[in-house]
């Protein structure tokens, strides 16, 4: 103690305080600033904690993991992509509502965690790029449902109508107009159509040697006189090159022309539409059509058909066509009718297909399916889950995976490989060589009760069961079982292997296919009065059109006028 000196003490070493306002300024702002850093990093401090007690969400890895499993699918061929589409159209609310699921058994699982004081206290979070994708799938569904219902009455954009063909709507009001064309048709000449937006309805019905073309204009937009330009600019061109006629339809934004066609009925066509319908009918000569965004349709037609459909929401159906028909691309429902020559189909078609009545032989071939077979008296019809025939004669050829087949009353040798799905099969007289192939399904085969045949039945994981008596079936217990012989007085061979599935053999009283019923005679001359009723009923018609056209010059001359009058009427009374 006796070391310090007695109070009072020496100031601290430094400028002395005295009364230095400016310095007593600079120490304030410096123990200010260094407040303020402490607080910033206590700041830190505390958003670092917080964070390294927050947990991420599974959400994200989930929807990757499902997103990549249904690609996978799809470049498998597993799924297929249209309808894959078609589904999430349909059904993508499900994904919040699983996003939602998800995120609620996390909280349950914290709250139940948190429960234990021992345990620290975490917090979920939901990424921004989770986040980010959930409103793009979002999104991307509420344009895909409007896309697919085509009705414009999607409850999220209810009154819109959306979809690739009726874009234009949008441009402005609907103006219409028509158009009537004829010309003489050259002998032995072809002709040829194209048009970028409207349907195409073409009839071989014309007998004067001359081609009748009508033309329904629709114009979209705001001004009067922007439709009446864009109408005239609109109007198809005939041009001739050679042996071929050719019409042409200018392709400008914000219109449709839908046309109509009567020519000679032995006049080769091609037929071209981008956004539209075609109609093909009455036609003698041999036909291509080309669609790209747009249904066809083929009636009563005589010689090569050629088909290219486009879009995998296009419906194709042809009848009465007796000449070889020939289906390529991308299409949705196809019916195929009362047909006397060949069919080809090679492509995907992601709707459900409709044979009946085909006299010639069958190829269709997709990524998923190839079937073959000679002629079909009955029907077929090929979907997304199965396959059915009746009344077909053979040799028939069916590839096909994760479908149930049903073949009934089957003529002659069929030959069927097949996974993941059942198979029955009838076999009508008089009887062919059978093979069988699948897995993961039973095999079902209805045999003619006196039918005699040779036999080889495979069955792995499965039961063999038998209707003949002298079919002796191996004692259970086995994990592959093998039955071979002769039944009956022997005959064509029946070779049947499957995994995991049944083989039932089993009786039926089958009728054979009848024969093959002639081609009906071919009308080459009309009765005089057909034909009076025929060349009346055409000048009706091309009556009517002309009053038609005659009557909308009229009342778009009296609008037009009404038009003038209300704007003198508003220019006077401004004045």
Do not use: C
């Amino acid at each position: 103690m006796g070391s310090y000196p007695p109070p009072p003490y020496p100031p601290p070493p430094g400028p002395p305080y005295g009364g230095d306002w400016k310095y007593q300024r600079r120490v304030l702002k410096e123990q200010a600033r260094a407040q303020r850093d402490m607080a910033r990093a206590q700041r830190d401090a505390y958003r670092y904690q917080a964070r390294s007690l927050r947990r991420s969400s599974i959400l994200g890895p989930l929807l990757l993991i499902t997103i990549g499993i249904l690609f996978l699918l799809v470049q498998t061929g597993r799924v297929e992509a249209h309808r894959l589409w078609d589904w999430y159209a349909r059904f993508w609310p499900i994904l919040l509502v699983g996003a939602g699921i998800v995120m609620l058994l996390e909280w349950a699982y914290d709250q139940y965690i948190q429960s234990d004081d021992t345990q620290p206290r975490y917090r979920r979070r939901l990424g921004g790029g989770v986040f980010t994708l959930l409103l793009i799938l979002g999104i991307t569904g509420i344009v895909f449902s409007s896309v697919r219902n085509g009705n414009g009455h999607s409850y999220m954009l209810n009154g819109l109508n959306l979809n690739q063909d009726n874009l234009d709507e949008f441009l402005g009001d609907k103006h219409e107009s028509d158009q009537v064309l004829s010309q003489s048709f050259p002998a032995n000449s072809g002709f040829t159509v194209d048009n970028p937006r409207g349907d195409i309805s073409i009839s071989g019905t014309s007998d004067d040697n001359q081609i009748h073309i009508s033309v329904h204009k629709q114009v979209y937009t705001r001004s009067d006189s922007d439709a009446d330009s864009k109408a005239q600019k609109l109007s198809p061109t005939l041009t001739s090159t050679g042996d071929s006629l050719a019409l042409s339809v200018p392709a400008i934004d914000g219109t449709r022309a839908d046309l109509t066609i009567s020519l000679p009925a032995t006049a080769p066509l091609i037929v071209t539409a981008n956004h539209g319908d075609v109609h093909v009918s009455a036609l003698k000569a041999p036909l291509q059509v080309t669609a790209n965004h747009g249904n066809i349709e083929l009636t009563g037609i005589t010689g090569v058909v050629i088909t290219h459909v486009n879009n995998s929401d296009s419906d194709l159906s042809a009848h009465s066509v007796s000449g070889p028909l020939t289906i390529q691309g991308r299409g949705h429902d196809t019916t195929l009718s009362d047909l006397s020559g060949p069919v080809t189909m090679s492509g995907d078609f992601f709707g459900t297909t409709h044979f009946e009545r085909i006299r010639g032989p069958i190829k269709f071939h997709t990524s998923r399916t190839d079937l073959q077979f000679a002629r079909l008296d009955g029907e077929i019809d090929i979907s997304h889950s199965d396959i059915s025939a009746s009344e077909a004669v053979g040799p028939l050829t069916l590839t096909a995976g994760n479908r149930n087949v049903t073949l009934d009353r089957i003529a002659g040798d069929v030959t069927v490989t097949n996974r993941n799905g059942s198979v029955d099969l009838t076999s009508a007289p008089p009887l062919g060589n059978v093979t069988v192939e699948n897995r993961n399904g039973s095999v079902n085969l209805t045999l003619p009760e006196q039918a005699g045949f040779a036999y080889q039945l495979d069955a792995t994981n499965g039961d063999i069961e038998s209707d003949f008596s002298d079919i002796k079936i191996p004692d259970g217990g086995l994990q592959k079982k093998t039955v071979s012989g002769t039944s009956g007085k022997g005959g064509p061979l029946f070779h049947i292997s499957t995994s995991q599935g049944d083989i039932s053999l089993k009786k039926g009283s089958i009728m054979p296919l009848p024969p093959l019923p002639p081609m009906p005679p071919k009308i080459t001359v009309l009765p005089p009065d057909a034909r009076q009723a025929i060349q009346d009923a055409k000048q009706e018609a091309r009556n009517a059109v002309r009053e038609a056209k005659q009557e909308a010059d009229a009342a778009k001359r009296e609008a037009k006028q009404a038009a003038d009058e209300a704007k003198r009427d508003a220019k006077q009374q401004n004045q």
